[in-house]
Nanobody, 128 residues
């Protein structure tokens, strides 16, 4: 059974940092891009960051660029999201996902439709 499990969420003050992890089991996803999305109450799920299958290309939403960093380990089973300079508007449930098509990159990584495996999410709350 394929599973993606997020961890590392929590409560942090504005300006603080958190590091989210997403561990995969059931398969390695080594040939697949991975992404992070988030959803705040009453809002649609939105793109945060993505990393291609090789780890050589990363994409970020404008609202996190320069503050968040996505990475993946050498075994390519775990993806990380380092979040610095957190703001109250970053408060949301953060979801990791694995893309459905191998070796995808670029604009295909921005939308939820391209991802077919999702974790259950981890709550991030930033207090002002």
């Amino acid at each position: 059974q394929v599973q993606l499990v997020e961890s590392g969420g929590g409560l942090v003050q504005a300006g603080g940092s958190l590091r989210l992890s997403c561990a995969a089991s059931g398969r390695t996803f080594s040939a697949y891009a991975r992404g992070w999305f988030r959803q705040a109450p009453g809002k649609e799920r939105e793109f945060v960051a993505a990393i291609d299958w090789s780890g050589g290309s990363t994409l970020y939403a404008d609202y996190v660029k320069g503050r968040f960093t996505i990475s993946r380990d050498n075994a390519k089973t775990t993806v990380y999201l380092q979040m610095n300079s957190l703001k109250p508007e970053d408060t949301a449930v953060y979801y990791c996902a694995a893309h459905s098509s191998p070796y995808s990159s670029g604009s295909y990584l921005y939308t939820t439709e391209g991802y077919n495996y999702w974790g259950r999410g981890t709550q991030v709350t930033v207090s002002s």
